[in-house]
């Protein structure tokens, strides 16, 4: 079948959904269920229904939008991604695998031959963790790895818990309806930005994703008597922030000390309290994100952090608490559809290289419901979670039609 990708018309749908954000174009702010993302939502359920697709939404919010194919007991074929975005973000990550999902089943629309199997385009939900300090808040219902008492501890900067977010958001039905059977997809593929520089760097259009590294995240808490900066005298403070400081080079450490390039770990978020130039910190809240291919070792990092962490906050007698927030493990990519994918690209005459995810995706948790594979094309510099994150027209359209011609491929078999 001959795909024609029209790159003009999702080039215009990208850039109408990057000004629906809190901050100004091209940066990208749009957080789980905020008026932005609501408004997101509305617009992205119109374009499903102009492409005549069925439409079902879960109890997070997670979005299902199917192409009824000609055997309707045979388990849909997925694809999708997300559209929420962390503060300050760029215009594709995840939304290029949910517009560019959306115009993957419209050109084979076009194309005019309908598929054995449904195929569903899935929007997941926060699969970014700005709101809820958690990252694939949707995949990980739908998977069935959330359990009930640990949505009970996740809780907003407002202190809302999810049920309130979702019953707010006017979300139906319970947070438990959201897990889906396994096997209920015969597969699920993702489009995304690679978010590293290797495509690029190979001028290689289009990557296949063999494995999906393993996130770790931990909160520390650390706490002091705090008081006035001028006069409490430095023989006499418990100054949390200098703790802190002793444990963000120690997760530097930490990673480095593995001599792994697949070991990475970031302090990327640092809260200091009361936040004055003239006070001494009282309390500071750090979260550190390690990650690897190999969960083992990752687990290693993430010990000598929290051994690292206890033994800063003693030599400076502050308060000490921590919270292993998550520590899933790595994903396998499934090996028909790494092969559909690469069979997709040949067809197109598209070179391609398989590699692994060292970002972390909904696949990550989708997985575990189905055989995942995801499919990756270049991004700028490596560059992501950036207001410069880009990816050329072509260069998404060249994704689109691998995705396309990959979804053909595994919904017809
Ligand atoms: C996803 O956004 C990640 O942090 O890998
Ligand atoms: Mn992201
Ligand atoms: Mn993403």
Redesign the pocket.
Known sequence: MSLQIDSTRLSAELEYLARISDTPYPSVTRVLFSEVDLRAREWLKQLYADAGLVVREDAVGNTFARWVGTDAEAAPVATGSHIDA?PNAGMY?GVVGVLGGLEAIRALQRGGKRPRRSIELVMFTA??PTRFGL?CLGSRLMAGTLSREKINTLRDPLGLSVDDACARAYMHGTLEETVLPKGCYDSFVELHIEQGPLLERQKLPIGVVTAIAA?AAVRIELSGPGGHAGTVLMTDRHDPSLAAAEIMLAVDQAARATQSRDTVATCGLVHVLPGAVNSIPREVKLEIDVRDIDGARRDGVLVAIRAAAKTAAERYGCGFKEQLINADPPAACAPHIISAVEESSERLGLASQRMISR???DSLFMAQVCPTSMIFVPSKDGIS?RPDEYSSPEEIANGVAVLAGALDLLANN
């Open positions: 962390i990550d699969e970014e990252g996130p970002a972390y995706h979670h």
